[in-house]
């Protein structure tokens, strides 16, 4: 099977889902990335893993991603913290066949403008005693597709949001690899 994982940042998501499956001959990786700066790229060379770079702008250009989608046979996509909006058209070639990973307790904290730190200083803003991470269905609503997984972790009350990006970043590397090979597993022996 051919995985695509979309990310825009520093991708430590993205590096540890494909070092998960290295050892394994049934799964091929690409990365795909939208932003020319970000780290998930020098993760992309360090694992040997192709990566396409698209600006900003042209990353679903018809004669870009959905091209490059169909060219490698992509047959699953993995969102990591990806900060772009999954087009119709992309949506409707992958029906239940892209997943997200939210730095929360979906639908509390999620939505429009809700990533990575935003999320977490929200979380603690709001005086919350747990967060999590939710891994879920991509659908045309920002974070709003069936969830699949969720785990929490305890915030007490000296915890501050980047403590609480710590605890949930544990979560992230523990259980987004394990989710991800699950669907997998699922799809290959539909
Ligand atoms: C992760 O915490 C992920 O949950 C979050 O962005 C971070 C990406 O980190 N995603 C979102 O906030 C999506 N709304 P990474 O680039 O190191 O994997």
Do not use: W
């Not at 990335?33 to 250009?61: G, H, L, M, Q, S």
């Not at 609503?141 to 949930?168: E, M």
């Amino acid at each position: 099977m051919n995985i695509a994982i979309f990310a825009s940042g520093s991708g430590s998501n993205a590096e540890n889902i494909i070092r998960y499956f290295s050892s394994s001959q049934l799964y091929h990786f690409y990365v795909f990335c939208n932003n020319p700066k970000a780290f998930v790229i020098e993760r992309a060379k360090r694992t040997d893993t192709p990566c396409y770079i698209f600006p900003r702008k042209d990353f679903f250009n018809a004669e870009n991603t959905p091209l490059l989608l169909r060219e490698k046979n992509i047959d699953f996509i993995v969102l990591a913290g990806f900060l772009q909006k999954i087009p119709d058209e992309i949506l409707a070639l992958y029906p239940r066949k892209i997943i997200n990973i939210h730095p929360s307790l979906l639908p509390k904290f999620g939505g429009k403008g809700m990533y990575g730190h935003h999320v977490h200083e929200a979380v603690k803003a709001a005086g919350e005693t747990r967060s999590g991470i939710t891994i879920h269905y991509v659908n045309e609503v920002y974070d709003s597709g069936t969830i699949i997984f969720q785990a929490q972790c305890d915030i007490t009350p000296n915890d501050t949001p980047d403590d609480i990006a710590q605890k949930v970043h544990i979560l992230e590397m523990e259980h987004y690899p394990k989710v991800t090979e699950k669907l997998l597993k699922d799809l290959n022996t539909l």
